[in-house]
């Protein structure tokens, strides 16, 4: 979903003072073969979260080799029983492949229909861009999974911290009304995550 690039390569800069619409180049003089290796996504994540499961980001922030190449991809980890929780990629169509587990993966159209499949290894699923969706693992054991997307930074709406964590918090009017739920239970909500 990002635009072509319009050189080779441009490595992030991420410290540039200028501000624009992605990162400017580093120097083509300083760029060595290591700003095209990235090896954060060899470490498998401590997963004692209070989701079970973590994603760990390739993604121009981390990886600056990416900038202006439309691609990244993640390593999300899960301990049994994780969820990775119902989130959304506004710049991003994701794809995925299970490496380990067995994971039910599900997404929701913008027509509100449910589309799910449990997963094992080697099986792949694709999330359409900006459709809201989350991986579960429904396994014994942990599991691994990897994502791809075409963007260099896809981004990540996770509706429960969207919604219940956001600084500062949305009224309790607005999420009681919107859940039809009384205020004591959103309070018990917002509580979960530390708000
Ligand atoms: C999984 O959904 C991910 O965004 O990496
Ligand atoms: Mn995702």
Redesign the pocket.
């Known amino acids: 979903a990002d635009p072509d690039p319009l050189q080779d390569f441009c490595v992030a800069d991420l410290n540039a003072t200028i501000s624009l619409n992605g990162f400017p180049c580093k120097p083509a003089a300083l760029v060595t073969s290591d700003d095209f290796f990235f090896d954060g996504l060899s470490k498998e994540a401590n997963t004692t979260t209070i989701f079970g499961a973590v994603?760990s980001l390739g993604n121009v922030i981390t990886f600056p080799g990416l900038n202006t190449l439309g691609i990244s991809m993640?390593r999300?980890d899960f301990a049994p029983g994780g969820l990775?929780p119902p989130?959304s990629?506004p710049r991003a169509t994701?794809s995925?492949v299970v490496i380990e587990g067995k994971l039910l993966v599900g997404f929701i159209t913008t027509n509100n229909v449910f589309y799910s499949k449990v997963l094992s290894a080697g099986q792949m699923f694709v999330?359409p861009r900006g459709l809201v969706?989350f991986?579960l693992n429904v396994g014994k054991g942990k599991a691994l999974a990897f994502?791809a997307f075409n963007s260099h930074l896809p981004g990540?709406v996770v509706v429960p911290t969207t919604l219940f964590a956001s600084p500062p918090a949305i009224p309790n009017q607005v999420l009681a009304k919107a859940f039809q739920v009384d205020n004591d239970l959103i309070n018990t909500i917002k509580s979960k995550f530390g708000s």
Do not use: R
Request: hydrophobic letters at 30%; aromatic letters at 0%.
């Open positions: 994603v993640n999300v990775n989130h990629h994701e995925g999330i969706h991986q994502t990540a």
